[in-house]
């Protein structure tokens, strides 16, 4: 297909479509329709989403989308099978995002949620020198070494160094993980008052998450 002919269709069917109203829009058939697309897609002006019992969707740029990359939402839901986020925005990332990444923006959501979804992310965590570098730079640390060590009462994690561990000493003020959420459970208590972060997680909601 010419460039200046690929350029036209495109500018015919830009947007949000599905099989029938691109094939409506170009006036063709549906079968010739859905050979399009496939070609679209392979030269990167197509993205497809849903299928099976769900409506599959095409979504159709004028110019080359990047190819999608996991965000939070997919490594969250990746590493907590049975306690599924329904993504309340779109988060994309472009370059190397990691499980570090992740669990520092889960963090910054506020979410009750993502941030529940977060403990399992230790399980998988192997940078804690980026870990920490990211919390520094969000001012999060403290939140961090509080979820890791709820983290560990429930699950088998990665071990973080005493080099990081020992950085409580330097906190000076008190953090909410979700604001004004106060720490209530008792098994938490003492982890609430090494870190200087209120924990807001009752035993129930751990169930959630533990679930194999």
């Not at 190819?67 to 309340?88: A, H, S, T, V």
């Not at 999060?140 to 950085?167: P, T």
């Amino acid at each position: 297909m010419k460039e200046s002919t690929m350029l036209k269709t495109l500018s015919k069917i830009e947007g949000l479509q599905t099989l029938e109203t691109a094939a409506k829009a170009l006036n063709i058939k549906p079968q010739s329709a859905l050979n399009l697309l496939s070609k679209l897609k392979k030269e990167g002006y197509v993205t497809v989403t849903g299928g099976g019992k769900k409506i599959r969707l095409y979504k159709i740029t004028m110019r080359k989308q990047l190819p999608r990359q996991q965000g939070m939402f997919d490594i969250l839901n990746k590493y907590n099978p049975n306690f599924k986020l329904n993504p309340w925005y779109d988060h994309q990332v472009h370059g190397i995002y990691t499980v570090e990444d992740a669990l520092i923006d889960a963090i910054q959501t506020g979410s009750f949620r993502a941030i529940l979804a977060s403990l399992r992310l230790f399980q998988h965590i192997k940078n804690w020198p980026k870990l920490y570098k990211l919390a520094k730079e969000k001012d999060c640390w403290q939140k961090v070494g509080a979820l890791y060590d709820v983290a560990k009462i429930y699950f088998r994690v990665r071990r973080m160094s005493k080099k990081y561990i020992n950085m409580v000493n330097a906190i000076k003020q008190k953090q909410y993980l979700i604001k004004d959420y106060l720490t209530k459970e008792e098994v938490f208590k003492q982890i609430s008052h090494k870190w200087k972060a209120e924990i807001p997680f009752r035993k129930g909601d751990l169930d959630k998450v533990i679930v194999e």
